[in-house]
């Protein structure tokens, strides 16, 4: 039997014929939408200086072809080399090396090493070529203008000529954007949310106090940290959302219009694309091929879109090139996605996280594509700049059009939706949750001792829980489908405290009573507890002799002076 047709020819050949003829539909329609250009760039300038790491026999070949045409330098590994033995004269600077650190990118390398019975010795490169054991730098995805090609000739003949080529200045689009103000990684030096730094494959992003940092020359474009930002602080910038969104609504209505059914969109990145070639009709007709610059950029708020727009389904390619760690984000995000649409009586599944290496992996796997049910009616919309927004409207309509409408859907830990918890015994509505919330989900009362939540903006950063003095806060992950989710709703209450001098409110039951518990034996307030009962101004004028009487209009001038 062979198994690249069971879905297709073999299983409905009119049918397969029909997909055939409106995929490529869908893809000249997708042909025709012009390249967006943009807005920002990054730019780097590359004088040819090149740092040459590894073994003498392994470095100094490669070294003397560079040095042809590149300024080079070369640090020395070998154990038995140092100043004594060093190998014959070269035209260009050779020096053993031991402890090497390396840092840097295209134009702006930094190099530490030592040599043995030596001081330290810095220096500054363009580019770099390693050919040592282990690479210096260790990020699956590596910095412009740093080769590792391994031990394989082919490999190390293909790095030197491209090096020889990265002399001059380049530029590549600045991919993200940085809301600051929506940033929910840390408030008060106390770490909400870690998820941008610790899925970047290039170790470009590190904590810069409360907020993060990204560095725009280390950044490689895949889009995972924008995939993974609970609040969209962080976005893709290049391409934008829009204009994902477009290409998206392209393909499917091209699709739809030329007669074919249950599509199913086919995300992938430039290796993957090489595999779909060599795959050529064994891809069923209903998958639409939609390229990305890297299959980590889109994430929850694309594919619930999708789905939105009449896609019944959609499968993310990822080949063994892309690291790790995305894989698992997508598959948390993919969990998340199909819990809701189950949630919402959508038949499914609908979504596919699909890894191979080979062609034959490749078929066989597509023939069991996602074929999830569809909205009654595709849906409109565009996508939005801001991530949350186009959640939000994906979510509408495919609550609108329900099979089985709910009120309420069960999500795994980790989802960006939920409602909290709030232990209102041990709450003293002290409010340090509320300066800590980055999505304004948690406000205060204003006049009234409240603490008010409003779940739509929550993204379960954690933050809150995390800041909380008395561990009165839990997380509840859920999809909240009623009204209420968008209603402001009070979590915890209490009645005001009146200062026992001037009936002044100046703070709530709860938080007396327990500063009244812990201060009983203090000694400022020793024969003297009834002040923590007085508003400031009265506690200030209660601890005057009583020969020397303060009004309260003295006390506030002096406080003003």
Request: proline letters at 7%; charged letters at 20%; aromatic letters at 6%.
């Amino acid at each position: 039997m062979n198994i690249r047709f069971i879905e297709g020819q073999g299983a409905d050949p009119a049918g397969e014929a029909r997909n055939l003829l409106a995929r490529s539909a869908a893809i000249a329609a997708l042909g025709s939408i012009a390249p967006h250009e943009p807005l920002d760039t990054v730019g780097y300038r590359s004088a040819g200086h090149t740092l040459v790491i590894g073994s003498a026999a392994s470095v100094l070949p490669w070294a003397d072809r560079l040095a042809a045409g590149v300024q080079v330098t070369v640090l020395l590994l070998d154990a038995e080399v140092d100043e004594k033995n060093r190998p014959p004269l070269r035209i260009y600077p050779v020096f053993p090396a031991r402890a090497v650190v390396l840092s840097g990118w295209l134009g702006a390398f930094q190099a530490t090493w030592q040599a043995p019975g030596k001081s330290p010795e810095h220096g500054k490169f363009d580019l770099v070529l390693d050919l040592g054991a282990s690479p210096q730098i260790t990020t699956h995805q590596r910095p412009h203008g740093y080769y590792a090609p391994g031990p394989d000739e082919a490999a190390r003949t293909a790095a030197v000529e491209q090096l020889l080529e990265m002399v001059g200045d380049f530029e590549k689009p600045k991919y993200f954007s940085y809301k600051e103000r929506l940033c929910a990684h840390s408030r008060n030096q106390l770490v909400g949310c870690n998820a941008c730094i610790e899925i970047c494959s290039a170790g470009a992003i590190e904590g810069a106090g409360d907020l993060i940092k990204v560095n725009p020359y280390l950044c490689a474009g895949c889009g995972a940290c924008t995939t993974v930002c609970p609040t969209g602080a962080i976005s893709y910038a290049y391409p934008s959302a829009s204009d994902t969104g477009s290409r998206i609504k392209t393909a499917l209505r091209a699709y739809q219009e030329a007669g074919g059914l249950e599509p199913v969109l086919l995300f992938h990145g430039l290796e993957g694309a090489a595999l779909l070639a060599q795959a050529g009709d064994a891809v069923p007709g209903r998958l639409l091929p939609l390229g990305l610059h890297h299959t980590a950029s889109t994430g929850i708020e694309v594919w619930l879109s999708a789905l939105a727009y009449g896609a019944a389904g959609v499968t993310v390619f990822m080949t063994d090139a892309e690291a790790p760690q995305y894989a698992a984000a997508l598959g948390q995000q993919m969990e998340i996605a199909q819990a809701i649409l189950d949630g919402l009586g959508y038949a499914g599944p609908h979504l596919q996280l699909l890894r191979a290496s080979s062609v034959d992996e490749l078929t066989v796997a597509l023939q069991h594509a996602p074929r999830g049910q569809t909205p009654s009616q595709r849906a409109g919309f565009n996508l939005a700049a801001d991530k949350r927004n186009t959640l939000d409207y994906a979510l509408d309509h495919l609550v609108r059009h329900a099979p089985a409408p709910v009120q309420e859907i069960a999500l795994p830990a980790g989802a960006p939706f939920g409602t909290l918890a709030v232990d209102s015994s041990a709450c003293s509505l002290c409010m340090s949750c509320v300066g800590a919330c980055p999505s304004s989900a948690l406000m205060d009362g204003q006049n009234a001792p409240q603490l008010r939540f409003v779940e739509k903006n929550c993204v379960q950063c954690g933050l809150c829980a995390t800041t909380c003095p008395e561990d009165a806060i839990r997380l509840v992950p859920r999809m909240n489908l009623m009204e209420t989710r968008k209603q402001t709703v009070v979590l915890n209450e209490t009645q005001p405290f009146h200062c026992i001098r001037c009936s002044k409110p100046f703070g709530t039951l709860r938080m007396v009573e327990m500063m009244l518990g812990r201060l009983a034996s203090h000694p400022a307030f020793a024969g003297n507890l009834e002040r923590m009962r007085m508003c400031g101004d009265c506690r200030v004028i209660d601890m005057m002799t009583p020969r020397d009487e303060v009004s309260i209009e003295q006390v506030q001038e002096l406080r003003r002076k």
